[in-house]
């Protein structure tokens, strides 16, 4: 077995380059005119004005998960635990019962969701047969002072809206 | 052992045993033939044509593999093409009117259908046509839950009812697609086995009400054991779980084969018995009402028993033999009298002639075997004697209150060492929570004389300890369970050749003539 060798052309070997003070001076260029910019003019800012300005999010992105619901309001969830089957850090825990709407036999009575422990993989919606738990709600800044507040259970999960129109949603984002 | 012969699978010489059929014989070397219909308790039925073999240079050359005895010679065909289009056409037409939910159907992970489906076919369906629609959630009465849809009519059931219960309350009714299982009208299941029709049918046609929903089943962690229901000592299956953030606690039990004490099934009172392992649990240590840290109380104890004139101890004949042989042992360190009795524990006239005893005391034989006494007349007079009384989880209560004995208690200062918190503890002046079944290992002898052992398998968070390391603290000799064999080999003449880790899965029947009986 032979080692594949490239050769890599150095760069900054030049005179001028190997004097420094050119290339400090090149760089300071850019250093003052951002100041000056933002001295003259605090709105041309580069930065954005977080957490004031939220910043636009793709449709694509794992935010907080909610649990979807038919038009009449019930959970889509039958509890059939391949979402807690599939997570990877074991953060959803479910409790099942009878269901007797007529839409399925089971559904949850329980719906815990350790966002402490959870990965945002987004595992947990690519198992779901029945498109019941989505991680749409463009909430991507999960914080609190407790710990107990960050096991949301099924009634956050519900009341939760989609971020998102559900075209754009499964356009993926543009 | 039976005579050996061989025959050929796929062209691969194979030995088995004869006498057997098809399926019984080869799945013991590892190959697997696929069936719905055939379970080994029940004979061979044959009417889901799942298990068509082929036979080279045999007349007819196609064969269901569950009637077919094995032959010398034999040449059986698995894998050829049109073994494969019949396993495979076979399961089309199961799954034309299967709801196919497995999401929400309980078997799921552990269905044949399924599980077939994933190995022989994994075709789309075909079907343009709408499904039949049938009844779901029935209550078949003894807990049985019923969805017509999912079945795929191997009549398991119905048989198991005809044959093994003799009540027959099950019937297949219709034909074609509107066929379907039934009850009679106004007449539920009533035995009480009925719940093994769930273990039985091969799909999620039938559904426990007390297991339905509760869990998934490839979450359950499954250890063997033993049910210390009665003195039966059916072998069992715990299936247990940890969820996240709580306690290890056991969803049900399943029967687990043993020929040589329960066949193939377990009694309902015996698989809803998982329920007093999960509830009602002592776990704190009591000093006279007051919770004392665990080492607090066993100084306690001790010193109660130092003290005392001529203790009493009274154990469980639940215990394993290694308990009661370290008990025994505590016993005769203390100078007090031991006895076992627990004439509380016989239920004369529950018992049936299948698996059910009127005794429900799982190791009673060992009691018997460690010549530990369990007769009423030496108790109440040992109990009048007495001036202190250590209850080795014994439920005097059992079958209700006893007068005599509770007014004899009321005069004696008593310790309790128990699993559960029961009325004939609470008088106890210090109260020390142990493990029960499920949390330690250990052999007991069933009524027939047949030794087995068991692993521990829950593992709870706030875990009791073991009785044998309580009588250890209490200063025993015994330090663990292999430690107690040395003295009950010695002391119990038809355990003598007995090696604790080398007792097979199905048990020793145990050879005991008089002298046996009689203890060191």
Redesign the interface.
């Known amino acids: 077995m032979s080692i594949k060798v490239r050769v890599v052309e150095r760069k900054g070997r030049t005179f001028l380059e190997q004097l420094y003070l050119v290339e400090v001076v090149k760089g300071m260029t850019v250093t003052l005119g951002h100041f000056f910019r933002n001295l003259l003019d605090n709105s041309r800012l580069y930065v954005r004005h977080y957490p004031e300005v939220k910043p636009e999010i793709s449709p694509r992105w794992r935010g907080r998960h909610r649990l979807t619901r038919h038009e009449d309001g019930s959970v889509k969830c039958?509890?059939?635990?391949?979402c807690?089957?599939n997570c990877p850090s074991?953060c959803i825990?479910i409790e099942?019962?009878?269901r007797f709407d007529g839409r399925?036999?089971?559904m949850p009575v329980k719906f815990d969701i350790?966002l402490l422990e959870c990965i945002y993989c987004g595992y947990c919606v690519e198992a779901c047969?029945?498109d019941a738990i989505r991680m749409d709600t463009g909430i991507f800044s999960v914080t609190s002072n407790s710990r107990e507040s960050l096991l949301i259970g099924l009634e956050q999960l519900m009341e939760t809206p989609g971020g998102f129109s559900e075209v754009d949603y499964h356009k993926g984002g543009g | 052992m039976a005579e050996m012969v061989k025959l050929f699978v796929n062209g691969q010489e194979v030995e088995v045993e004869s006498g057997k059929n098809l399926i019984d014989a080869l799945k013991v070397v590892g190959i697997e033939i696929p069936h719905f219909c055939y379970h080994p308790a029940l004979g061979a039925d044959g009417n889901c044509r799942m298990c068509l073999v082929g036979i080279e240079d045999g007349r007819p050359p196609i064969v269901p593999a569950c009637k077919t005895p094995v032959q010398a010679g034999m040449k059986v065909l698995l894998d050829a093409e049109h073994i494969k289009k019949i396993q495979h056409d076979v399961l089309e037409f199961e799954l034309i009117n299967h709801p196919i939910?497995c999401?929400?159907c309980d078997q799921a992970g552990e269905c044949s259908l399924q599980d077939y489906y994933m190995k022989y076919s994994l075709d789309d369906s075909r079907m343009r046509v709408d499904q039949v629609a049938k009844a779901?959630?029935m209550d078949f009465g003894c807990g049985v839950v019923h969805d017509q849809e999912r079945c795929v009519l191997c009549a398991r059931c119905v048989r198991f009812t005809r044959q093994i219960t003799k009540t027959g309350e099950l019937g297949i009714v219709n034909r074609t697609d509107a066929a379907r299982v039934t009850i009679f009208p106004g007449r539920p299941l009533n035995n009480r086995y009925a719940l093994n029709i769930v273990d039985l049918c091969p799909v999620g046609a039938m559904t426990s009400q007390d297991f339905?929903?509760?869990q998934?089943v490839?979450?359950l962690k499954k250890d063997a054991s033993i049910c210390h229901g009665c003195s039966r000592g059916c072998n069992i299956y715990i299936d247990h779980h940890r969820?996240?953030?709580k306690d290890d606690i056991i969803y049900r039990f399943r029967p687990r084969t043993n020929l040589l004490v329960n066949g193939y099934f377990i009694c309902d009172a015996g698989r809803l018995s998982y329920k007093e392992e999960n509830e009602n649990r002592q776990v704190t240590s009591l000093i006279e009402g007051r919770q004392a840290p665990f080492d607090e109380t066993i100084a306690a104890i001790r010193q109660k028993l130092d003290q005392a004139r001529k203790p009493l101890i009274l154990i469980s004949p639940d215990c394993s033999l290694e308990q009661m042989w370290a008990v025994r042992r505590v016993s005769t360190l203390y100078g007090a009298s031991l006895s076992g009795f627990s004439d509380a524990y016989v239920k004369a006239g529950d018992g049936d002639d299948f698996l059910i005893n009127d005794d429900k005391a799982a190791n009673r034989r060992g009691l018997e075997l460690l010549g530990i006494k369990t007769d009423r007349k030496s108790f109440i007079e040992a109990l009048q004697k007495t001036d202190l009384f250590v209850n080795f989880n014994n439920d005097l209560h059992f079958s209700g209150v006893d007068e005599e004995i509770d007014a004899l208690l009321g005069t004696v200062q008593s310790i309790a060492v128990c699993s559960h918190q029961r009325d004939v503890f609470k008088t106890a002046s210090i109260i020390l929570p142990i493990a029960s079944y499920s949390e330690y290992g250990g052999t007991i002898i069933n009524q027939d004389y047949v030794l087995q052992a068991f692993a521990k398998a829950v593992v709870k968070n706030e875990a009791g300890k073991d009785m044998l390391e309580v009588t250890r603290l209490l200063g025993g000799a015994v330090i663990d369970a292999r430690h107690a064999w040395p003295g009950i080999r010695k002391s119990v003449a038809c355990l003598a050749d007995v090696d604790p880790a080398a007792i097979p899965a199905e048990g020793i029947k145990l050879q005991t003539g008089e002298d046996a009986n009689v203890g060191a």
Do not use: H, I
């Open positions: 039958v509890a059939c635990f391949m807690q089957t074991n825990m099942a019962g009878e399925s036999e089971k350790d047969p029945m | 939910d999401p929400v779901k959630r339905r929903f509760r998934r490839w979450f969820e996240k953030y």
